[in-house]
Nanobody
Framework: QLQLVESGGGLVQPGGSLRLSCAAS????????IGWFRQAPGKEREGVSC????????NYADSVKGRFTISRDNAKNTVYLQMNSLKPEDTAVYYC????????????????WGQGTQVTVSS
């Protein structure tokens, strides 16, 4: 069974940090670009960051540039999203997805999705 599983979410105070993980089972992440997306209540899903298959190319939404860092460890079949200087507006369910290209738009590109992990930034 092909699966992506996110972990690492939780409750953190503004200014804090979290590291999300996206682990694959049943397939090898080497062949896929990975995107991170988030969806807050009442809002559309938005692209946060993505990384190419080799890891040589990354992209970030303007709202997270300089605060979030995406990386991948193909040997561990895992992609990470390091989130620093978190703000209340970062509160959302975060999803990872696997597809052929590193894109911040999800329609028409990503074939596999995880179930999401909740990130809440609040004092």
């Amino acid at each position: 069974q092909l699966q992506l599983v996110e972990s690492g979410g939780g409750l953190v105070q503004p200014g804090g940090s979290l590291r999300l993980s996206c682990a694959a089972s049943g397939f090898t992440l080497d062949y896929y670009a990975i995107g991170w997306f988030r969806q807050a209540p009442g809002k559309e899903r938005e692209g946060v960051s993505c990384i190419s298959r080799s890891g040589g190319s990354t992209n970030y939404a303007d709202s997270v540039k300089g605060r979030f860092t995406i990386s991948r460890d193909n040997a561990k079949n895992t992609v990470y999203l390091q989130m620093n200087s978190l703000k209340p507006e970062d509160t959302a369910v975060y999803y990872c997805a696997a597809g052929p290209l590193c894109r911040l738009v999800f329609r028409g590109n990503y074939d596999y999705w995880g179930q999401g992990t909740q990130v809440t930034v609040s004092s």
